[in-house]
C-alpha cells in the first residue's frame, strides 16, 4: 500500500503541472461535434436533471489504434462531456461499475487511472461490479478513501471492511431556481459473483433495496439506481420497485438505444460496452402518473447514445493520464512478467534472421511489409511497453522462448515469419517440408474483429504474399 500511495502522489504532481500547461494551449480548441446535446435543448420547462451513464469499460481505457474505425476511450469521453456542459449546467455522471477487466497488475494500475480519469471528469458515483471487486479488498479500500467520485453498493456488507463505500448517495441538483435532491443507490447481481470476497457478502437486490428506497423515497425527488446485473434482472426490480425513476443495466449489450426499456414509470437502459458510447438521459421530477403509459414516447425523457467516434478530440488531461499509465506499466516491468506457456511443439522461437539463410527472397520481400515493424509501430504510438499491445506486434510473447524485451529479445520484434508458421528450430535443422501450415485462423488470432474489422484473408494474403523463390534456390 506503501507503495501505491507514493507513487500516486508523485503522478499527481505530474499530472497537475501538466495540466497548468496544457490550459495556457487550451484557448484555440475549436469543436466539430456541435450536433451532441441539440435535441435535449427541447426539453420542458419542468425542472429536469441530465444524466450521463457509463460502465462495463473492462479495462478499456482507449482505443489501440489498429484501425480507423474503432469507438470509445476515456479521452474522447472527456471531450464530449466538456462540450455538453458548455451547454447546460445540471449534469450528473454515473458509473455502472467493472473499471477493470482482467486480474494482475496491469488491470489495477488500469482501475487506477480509470478512477483518476473520472475524477477529471466530475463523476459523482462509481458502483461496485464484480470486476471491480476482483481487484480486492486492499485496491477497493485504497481507491475508496483517495477518490473523489463516491463508491456505492447497496447490497453489499461492508461493515467489516476499511473501505469507505456507502448504500447510497444523496446528490442536490440546482436547476430552475430550484434544489433537486437525487438519490444513486447501486447493486451488483449475485449471479455475476462467483467468489466471495474476503467477507463480503452479496446480499439479494430486492431484499436490500427495500429498506433503503424506503427511506429515500420521501427524501428525494428523483431516484436512479445502478443495477449491475442482466436487464432481465433489472427489469424485474423495476417492477417490484416504481418508486425508481431510472435504472442503468448492464451487462453484454453493445448499442445502449437499443435496448431502453419502460416498466411503468421506469426506464431501464443499459450502459453498453467497453465505453465506446455515451448515454445520456434527461429526466424530470418524479410524476405520480396513475395511467397506463405504454409507450416510452408518450412522456418520454430525451435519451441519447453518443458514438465516441472521430468527431471528438482526445482531451490532453485524460492523454496526460494515459501517458502516466504507460509510464508506470514501463516502471513496473510488466513485459518481463507477462504469463508464458510452453510453446507449440515444445520448439524454440529463433527469429527471421535464422530463415532468411536459406528463404532469402521471402525474407527480403517481407521486410518490406507492415509486419515487420510492427514493433516500432508501438514505439511511435509510445506503447511498446504495454503487455497488452506487444503481444500481436511481435513473435511468441506469450510462449518461453519467444519475445521478452527489446534488449533482451532484439530478433523477436515485430510480426516475423515465426508469428504465422510456429517456431522453427526444429524446422532449420531438418528442413522438414511438414514444417509451419499456415491458414486463415493463424492470422485471426491477431486480425481479429476488434483490432482488424476489415480482415479478408483473401484480400489481405494479396497484399503480402511471399514471392516464388523457386528460382534462387532455397
Ligand atoms: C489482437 C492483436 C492486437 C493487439 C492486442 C494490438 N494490436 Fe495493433 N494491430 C493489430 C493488427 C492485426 C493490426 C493491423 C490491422 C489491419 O490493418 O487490419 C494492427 C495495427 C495497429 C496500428 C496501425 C498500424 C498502421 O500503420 O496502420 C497501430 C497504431 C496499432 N496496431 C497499435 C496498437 C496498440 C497501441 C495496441 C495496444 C493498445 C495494439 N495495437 C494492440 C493487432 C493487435
Ligand atoms: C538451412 C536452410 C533452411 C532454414 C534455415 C529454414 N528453412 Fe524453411 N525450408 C528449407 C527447405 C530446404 C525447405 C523445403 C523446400 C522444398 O522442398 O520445397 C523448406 C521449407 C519451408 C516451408 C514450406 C513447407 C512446405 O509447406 O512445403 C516453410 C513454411 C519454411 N520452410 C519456413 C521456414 C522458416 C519460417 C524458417 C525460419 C524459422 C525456415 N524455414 C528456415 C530450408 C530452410
Ligand atoms: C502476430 C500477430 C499477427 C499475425 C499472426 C498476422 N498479422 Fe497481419 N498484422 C499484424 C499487425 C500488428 C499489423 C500492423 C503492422 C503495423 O503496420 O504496425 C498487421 C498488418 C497486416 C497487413 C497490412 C500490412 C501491409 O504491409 O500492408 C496485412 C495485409 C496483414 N497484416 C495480413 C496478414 C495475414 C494474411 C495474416 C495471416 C496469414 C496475418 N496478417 C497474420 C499482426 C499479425
Ligand atoms: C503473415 C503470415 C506469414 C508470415 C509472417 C510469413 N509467412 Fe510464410 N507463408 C504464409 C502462408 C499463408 C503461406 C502459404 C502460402 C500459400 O498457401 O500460398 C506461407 C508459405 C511459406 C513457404 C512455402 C513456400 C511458398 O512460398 O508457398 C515458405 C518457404 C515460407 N512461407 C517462408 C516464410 C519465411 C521465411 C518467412 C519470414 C521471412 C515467412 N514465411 C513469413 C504466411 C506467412
Known amino acids: 500500500m506503501i507503495r501505491i500511495c507514493s507513487k500516486i502522489l508523485i503522478l499527481k504532481t505530474l499530472v497537475y503541472i501538466s495540466l497548468l500547461l496544457i490550459l495556457f494551449n487550451q484557448g484555440c480548441n475549436s469543436h466539430s461535434e456541435k450536433e451532441i446535446g441539440e435535441k435535449r435543448n427541447k426539453a420542458s420547462s419542468a425542472p429536469t436533471i441530465h444524466v450521463v451513464f457509463t460502465g462495463e469499460e473492462n479495462g478499456y481505457l482507449e482505443p489501440c489504434g489498429c484501425s480507423e474505425v474503432q469507438l470509445g476511450g476515456l479521452s474522447k469521453r472527456h471531450t464530449l462531456i ?73 447490497n453489499m456488507d461492508f461493515t467489516t471492511q476499511v473501505l469507505k463505500i456507502k448504500p447510497y ?11 433537486l435532491k437525487v438519490g444513486i ?19 439479494d437486490p430486492v431484499l436490500s433495496l427495500k429498506p433503503l428506497l424506503s427511506d429515500l423515497r420521501d427524501k428525494t425527488d428523483i431516484l436512479i439506481l445502478l443495477s449491475h446485473a442482466e436487464m432481465e434482472e433489472s427489469i424485474k426490480i423495476a417492477e417490484v420497485y416504481p418508486e425508481l425513476d431510472l435504472i442503468i443495466s448492464g451487462h453484454l449489450v453493445d448499442r445502449p438505444d437499443l435496448y431502453l426499456k419502460k416498466v411503468n414509470n421506469t426506464y431501464v437502459i443499459p450502459v453498453g460496452e467497453k465505453g465506446k458510447y455515451v448515454g445520456e438521459i434527461t429526466l424530470s421530477t418524479r410524476q405520480k402518473e ?19 467516434d472521430g468527431r471528438f478530440e482526445d482531451s490532453p488531461e485524460i492523454a496526460m493520464l494515459l501517458k502516466i499509465y504507460q509510464q508506470r506499466l514501463k516502471d513496473e516491468d510488466l513485459l518481463a512478467q507477462v504469463f508464458k506457456s510452453d510453446p507449440p511443439s515444445n520448439l524454440t522461437y529463433i527469429g527471421n534472421d535464422d530463415c532468411a539463410v536459406c528463404h532469402n527472397k521471402i525474407f527480403k520481400h517481407g521486410e518490406e511489409t507492415g509486419h515487420a515493424s510492427a514493433y516500432e509501430t508501438l ?15 511481435v513473435i511468441g510473447l506469450n510462449y518461453i522462448t519467444g519475445f521478452e524485451t527489446i534488449e533482451s529479445t532484439p530478433k523477436l ?48 494474403w494479396q497484399k503480402i504474399k511471399h514471392p516464388r523463390e523457386k528460382e534462387k534456390g532455397g
Open 82 to 154: 466538456n462540450h455538453l456542459r458548455e451547454k447546460d449546467g445540471n449534469w450528473i455522471l454515473l458509473s455502472l461499475g467493472d473499471l477493470p477487466g482482467k486480474v494482475g497488475r496491469q488491470d489495477e494500475i488500469k482501475m487506477e487511472t480509470a478512477l483518476e480519469a473520472l475524477d477529471l471528469m466530475g463523476y459523482v458515483a462509481h458502483n461496485i461490479g464484480e470486476k471491480d471487486l476482483n481487484m480486492g479488498v486492499d485496491l477497493l479500500g485504497y481507491l475508496s478513501q483517495i477518490s473523489n467520485v463516491d463508491f456505492i453498493s447497496s
Open 290 to 308: 396513475s395511467g397506463e403509459d405504454e409507450h416510452a414516447n408518450s412522456s418520454s425523457p430525451v435519451i441519447e447514445t453518443i458514438p465516441l
Open 185 to 203: 443507490l447501486g447493486i451488483v447481481s449475485p449471479r455475476l459473483i462467483e467468489n466471495t470476497y474476503h467477507g463480503m457478502e452479496v446480499m
Open 413 to 460: 520484434k515485430g510480426v516475423g515469419c515465426e508469428s504465422c508458421h510456429g517456431p522453427g528450430s526444429d524446422h532449420k535443422e531438418t528442413l522438414s517440408k511438414d514444417y509451419g501450415k499456415v491458414g486463415v485462423e493463424n492470422c485471426e488470432i491477431c486480425h481479429n474483429d476488434e483490432h482488424s474489422p476489415h480482415f479478408d484473408f483473401k484480400d489481405y
Open 379 to 393: 514505439v511511435k504510438s509510445e506503447h511498446e511497453y504495454d503487455p497488452e499491445c506487444v503481444e500481436c506486434h
Open 169 to 179: 448517495v444523496i446528490k442536490e441538483i440546482k436547476t430552475k431556481g430550484t434544489t
